[in-house]
């Protein structure tokens, strides 16, 4: 009785795990592979136990090793699933077909159930080891290492048995009493380690995503896809190692796009600029949704040239871009730059950036400004120091403009601009 309670107690713990994974699919956890793989090694490990034939047919043997080949290559699956990872399926289908070629000769020509569970276990350790072989390559999260690292601990487990089933002799009696000998004993323990080591492994990578999920989360901007000011603010603070140029955006005249357009259409403007942002600077840099209608790019690079460059690339861009469920609809931007060198702070150069963008809302919007040119910093200055501003732009206010910077007003007209509203 005390040994049937033993057998019994590994596919129980796998139906177990199996049956509890199942279950929390449906409560939105993507667990059903491992649940499967579990139901399908727990089937294998009662196939051993069931009494075989009296002519201990090849086709049970077959079916037991398929059980679990099959639960180790639905495993396999789920981990890879999980990841980014390409998966490639034919040397798992090799491994599996070869390792089951390799138990029909060993039980039905060399009649040695040793030998069987010795190219069984090697196979699903070759499995394994496919598998983190893709994994090698993705192990810049903590979720992924510490279910690289369980993995790998099951794999060296299987290969140590490999080898202890190599160096002792063949189980006497009969072939039903494989069960009750060394390896059958070895078999279920460590059976019921790996299902209980396994399933904690994957119950912390649930705690671990969801950890991971709340971080993107609180640093996410849900309208734009882009970073917040929190996760622009610890990204660039992780990612910057020297000199950087900072670029700050204002999309021009915004509350007549929510006036003209409702706050669906204003959501819809948010999130295309957000687009086109990430689409210009790809991986170069960090892209980040300050607030309301105001962007911020940090590029790795402290050259005030390729700063310009950049903003007026994508202000070309915002200016001829079609809205299409937006007729009508024309959105421009308005641009200051800042370089950083390696002792400077982020905040420092976020000022100096908006003070530029101010001198570009009050210079007519629509442009970009990078220098550090008194008219431009006056202008920007008295912008941002105005109380009770009209909203009238530089153009529409008929105030002169410098002819060397068409669309700038000059230093003279710094104080009446002062009066003017900064009109987003």
């Keep these: 009785m005390q040994e049937a309670i033993l057998y019994w107690s590994v596919p129980v713990t796998f139906w177990i795990f199996g049956s509890a994974f199942m279950v929390l699919r449906r409560r939105g956890f993507q667990l059903h592979d491992w649940g499967a793989s579990f139901l399908l090694l727990g089937a294998g490990y009662a196939s051993i136990i069931l009494p075989p034939p009296q002519d201990w047919p090849l086709a049970k043997n077959l079916v037991e090793d398929m059980f679990f080949l099959s639960g180790t290559a639905v495993m396999n699956h789920a981990l890879t699933r999980r990841f980014p990872v390409r998966r490639v399926l034919w040397p798992m289908v090799a491994i599996i077909l070869a390792s089951l070629g390799g138990a029909a000769w060993a039980v039905g020509i060399r009649e040695s159930i040793r030998i069987e569970t010795l190219i069984v276990q090697a196979g699903c350790a070759l499995l394994i080891l496919t598998t983190l072989a893709q994994l090698s390559r993705r192990l810049d999260r903590p979720v992924v290492r510490l279910q690289f690292t369980a993995f790998a601990i099951v794999c060296v487990t299987l290969l140590v048995q490999c080898g202890i089933y190599a160096m002792t002799p063949e189980p006497g009696g009969e072939p039903g009493d494989w069960l009750a000998s060394g390896n059958g004993f070895i078999v279920q323990v460590t059976g019921v380690c790996i299902a209980v080591f396994l399933a904690f492994a994957i119950v912390l990578s649930i705690g671990m995503d969801a950890m991971e999920q709340l971080e993107r989360v609180s640093i996410t901007d849900p309208l734009s896809g882009l970073l917040n000011r929190r996760g622009f603010e610890k990204a660039a603070a992780e990612r910057r190692s020297g000199g950087a140029t900072v670029i700050l955006l204002d999309i021009d005249h915004f509350k007549r796009v929510n006036d003209g357009h409702g706050h669906a259409g204003g959501d819809i403007v948010i999130a295309g600029v957000g687009r086109l942002l990430s689409e210009s600077v790809l991986d170069s840099g960090l892209v980040a949704r300050l607030g309301g209608e105001e962007f911020v790019i940090l590029l790795p690079t402290a050259d005030r040239a390729d700063g ?116 987003a």
Excluded: C, M
Excluded at 379 to 408: C, F, M, N, Q
């Design 308 to 423: 310009y460059a950049v903003a007026e690339t994508f202000r070309q861009a915002l200016e001829i871009r079609v809205w299409p469920h937006l007729p009508g609809l024309r959105i421009t931007g308005s641009f200051g730059v800042a370089t950083l060198g390696p002792s400077d702070s982020i905040d420092e150069a976020l000022r100096v950036a908006d003070l530029r963008l101010y001198a570009a809302k009050a210079s007519g919007r629509n442009r970009v400004v990078a220098s550090d040119e008194p008219d431009e910093r006056a202008v920007g200055a008295a912008w941002l120091s105005g109380s009770e501003r009209s909203g009238i732009s530089g153009h529409a206010s008929g105030l002169p403009i410098d002819d060397r910077h068409p669309g700038r007003q000059t230093a003279t007209n710094a104080a009446a601009t002062a009066g003017l509203e900064r009109d």
